[in-house]
């Protein structure tokens, strides 16, 4: 007899370490401070504390409740690594397809679903050979056997393994990763049979594609590969038992799919996705009969958001789920690998917010609670279930979650709100006011974040530098970034925000509604990590934000300086945000302090203002059902913000991280007077598509890539502007910029880059046939 599927269980756990040790160790490690047995042994260190963290917390030990989803860089990577799809013999080569080194590029890396996770892109085409060229898991996995564990193994499955990868450059047109699928499943088959010989019953395969109408493949073209997948690993004979796992949003009728196989368990999104069966989410008669046979694992703890939620309703989901199958567990609806460990690292944070709160520790203890009714029945858990329900009745009542000035504010807004006059209009006004030359010149606005400016930031945190020495010191550098713009000679000047940590945390510190955390670090990429904002409350603005640092650096030029801000959505997605309003309101509300902020600009002289919208394309729903009214909403939330400037201030965007080609209409419809935009990377691809799309507006496609240290040449810089100035259309609509921040640079190549970008702009201003090269 097979184990059974634990009733309780993650789909999987931060990895980062609950101080970032991980982070500290693979940057010693690439410092060359640490070797690689030292890593394995801190990773290995770091494994064991997670085992035994989970196990305190109430999961099983020995039923394969806890599940083994360590990565030192990215689960993607790893996944492809293993299948000999990504060649890394060692520790050295892992990080080198990561992170590029002297002779190899780095793998692209892009946003995993509507996450703010970036994963590494796998490249595979018709040369790509297959083998099982790690057993890294295995040895996890008996690493945990070893200290007295059975846990379950987790593993990015085959089908989304593939269609997340792209086309090496060696692929014929039009070729798809996921042609490959019959070549790589042996060697998952292999991988299956060495965990089987290890003594795993259950094994974890990931496959958040078969949710996902935003890849390039068909619902159908997925729903077959899955057919074919778990069609061929079910037939398997010695292999754990399946556990295929489908979270971020419904799988809609590739859930009748997975039925029609072997697999043994499949997990549910129950946060994002409804009930299969109930009302929308129809059931076929013949799944519903293939269903009885399976473990259905209920996603119904959000994993994605912080928080405590309604237990009662999560615990009423399952309760339908067992109305289709007598084999239910409870689980988060995603990895918990989004939100930080643990609510009690914050005690700074104001309790009664904390009592709202569910970080991955809490949600573990969740996850046991419901598994605790699930096998005793309701009445076990009654006393959790009401303190969780009670907590949540304080929230909606607390002060300060629904405060009437801002909400009449927003139920008083009229469409005058969200338009302005006509660009014509708006263009004439502007170039009256700010008579810029042809290509005019700019920077998307931060300079390089220098030790000296971390240094005084951490001073004042200490409390070793006043707010006074603080200011002087940002005032220092933000003159410094003045006299070196007017020097490069660019036309529109930033301040270069230095006074800003971060582009987000910095507004969500001086709006009301925000709370910020401590400890409360998120994976975004490999060793780096974010601390996103807690948007808890009704938000408004108690006093301007940016305004002096403004007025000031205006004060130093007679060129236009640009003021900064950071848009409604952009804001939105890197925060954990309130889920008991729709974020459309969420968004207006945000909308509306930087609607007040810009005023306070325009009054403090700034005739030039940016809101910076990187993440307007990482919001966008997986289903198409749903894009329309993100869209809609996205869109508004931003021309509400910016809906009150003057028809002479001119209003920027700035947009990168994303290919914005599916979501030209909206930027278009954002009608922003100008719209810097991530293009070196895709050699200006892009201009192609706002070219198609008949976008009028002024445009910036950065002509240079700011993530790489690299310094573009006049001469390529030339080039790159020539092909961007054949593809607009209208006259001074084109603008010239780097990609995005310079915040992550250094001194020496950001000076020569940006006086490489003025001379190639004055060479194409010029002529073709003055350009000297
Ligand atoms: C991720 S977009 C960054 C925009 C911001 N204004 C900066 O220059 O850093
Ligand atoms: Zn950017």
Redesign the pocket.
């Known amino acids: 007899m097979s184990t059974p599927f634990p009733t309780g269980t993650i789909l999987g756990y931060p990895r980062i370490g609950r101080r970032r040790e991980l982070k500290r160790a693979v940057e010693a490690f690439w410092r060359g401070e640490i070797d690689a047995p030292e890593l394995e042994s801190r990773g290995a260190a770091l494994r064991r504390a997670t085992r035994e963290r989970l196990a305190e917390l109430g999961l099983g030990r020995t039923d394969a409740s806890i599940p083994e989803s360590f990565s030192f860089y990215d689960h993607v990577l790893d996944a492809a690594v293993a299948v000999g799809a990504v060649p890394a013999a060692d520790l050295t080569d892992y990080f080198a397809a990561a992170r590029g080194d002297a002779t190899r590029p780095a793998l692209e890396m892009t946003k995993w679903f509507d996450s703010n996770y970036h994963y590494l892109v796998p490249e595979i085409g018709p040369e790509t050979e297959f083998r099982l060229a790690s057993t890294r898991i295995v040895a996890q996995f008996e690493e945990a056997v070893s200290q007295g564990f059975l846990t379950r193994p987790v593993i990015v499955g085959p089908v989304t393994l593939l269609a997340l990868a792209k086309p090496s450059d060696a692929a014929p047109e039009g070729f798809r990763p996921l042609a490959r699928l019959a070549e790589l499943l042996p060697v998952y088959a292999e991988l299956l049979e060495k965990l089987a010989a290890a003594g795993a019953e259950w094994v974890q395969l990931d496959e958040p594609a078969l949710v996902s109408e935003s890849l390039p493949e068909s619902a159908d073209e997925l729903r077959a590969a899955a057919a074919a997948a778990y069609g061929m690993l079910g037939r398997l004979e010695a292999r754990p038992q399946l556990f295929v796992a489908a979270p971020y949003a419904a799988l809609d009728g590739t859930l009748a799919t997975l039925a029609a196989t072997a697999v043994e368990a499949i997990g549910l999104d129950l946060v994002r996705g409804a009930i299969p069966g109930s009302a929308g989410a129809e059931l076929f008669d013949c799944t519903k009969d293939a269903l009885k046979t399976k473990t259905l694992v209920g996603g119904v703890i959000d994993g994605h958001n912080i928080w405590r939620g309604d237990l009662a309703a999560a615990f009423a989901k399952l309760g339908l789920l067992r109305e289709l199958s007598p084999r239910v567990a409870v689980s988060t609806s995603t990895s918990l690998l989004h939100v930080p460990h643990d609510v009690d690292d914050e005690p700074q944070l104001d309790g009664r917010l904390a009592s709202w709160l569910a970080f991955a520790d809490q949600k573990v203890g969740q996850v046991a609670t419901l598994a605790k009714g699930l096998v005793e029945g309701a009445s076990a858990i009654d006393g959790a279930l009401a303190q969780a329900s009670a907590a949540l009745s304080d929230r909606f009542t607390a002060p300060g979650v629904r405060v009437p000035a801002v909400r009449d504010r927003l139920a008083a807004l009229t469409p005058a709100d969200f338009a302005r006059a006509p660009y014509e209009e708006r263009f004439a006004a502007q170039q009256t006011a700010l008579g810029l030359p042809e290509l005019p010149t700019t920077?998307?606005?931060?300079f390089p974040q220098t030790g000296e400016i971390r240094r005084a930031r951490a001073a004042l945190a200490k409390g070793e530098l006043d707010e006074a020495g603080y200011t002087s010191a940002m005032r220092a550098e933000i003159s410094r970034v003045v006299s070196l713009q007017e020097e490069l000679g660019l036309d529109v000047l930033v301040h270069g925000?230095p006074e800003r940590n971060d582009?987000v945390q910095y507004f969500a510190e001086s709006l009301d509604g925000f709370a910020v955390t401590v400890n409360g670090w998120v994976q975004s990429y490999g060793s780096r990590c974010t601390r996103p904002s807690i948007l808890w409350g009704d938000v408004s603005r108690p006093a301007p934000m940016t305004v002096e640092w403004s007025r000031y650096a205006q004060s130093l030029t007679s060129k236009p300086m640009k003021g900064?801000l950071t848009g409604p959505v952009t804001i939105l997605a890197w925060s954990f945000v309130r889920d008991d309003q729709p974020l459309a309101d969420t968004a207006n509300q945000v909308a509306l302090a930087l609607r007040d902020e810009i005023a306070d600009l325009e009054q403090a002289g700034i005739r030039i203002v940016?809101v910076?919208e990187?993440a307007l394309r990482e919001l966008l729903p997986l289903k198409r059902a749903a894009q329309p009214a993100y869209l809609d909403w996205s869109v508004s939330s931003f021309r509400l913000a910016t809906g009150g400037a003057h028809t002479a201030t001119q209003i920027h965007t700035?947009l990168?991280?994303s290919e914005f080609g599916v979501v030209i209409d909206a930027i278009r419809a954002l009608d922003a007077d100008v719209t810097s935009i991530e293009a070196a990377r895709s050699r200006m691809e892009v201009v192609h598509d706002i070219r198609r799309s008949g976008f009028d507006h002024g445009v910036g496609p950065g002509v240079y890539d700011i993530h790489s240290p690299r310094v573009p040449s006049v001469a390529e810089l030339t080039e790159l502007l020539r092909t961007a100035a054949a593809a607009v259309t209208g006259e001074h609509q084109l603008w010239v910029n780097p990609d995005?921040?310079?915040?992550t640079r250094g001194y020496d190549e950001t000076v020569t880059s940006l006086r490489n970008m003025v001379q190639a702009t004055r060479a194409v201003r010029e002529g073709a046939d003055k350009i000297a090269v």
Do not use: N
């Not at 920077?443 to 931060?446: A, H, K, M, N």
């Open positions: 920077t998307i606005g931060s925000e582009m900064m940016q910076d990187p700035h990168c991280y995005c921040g310079l915040k």
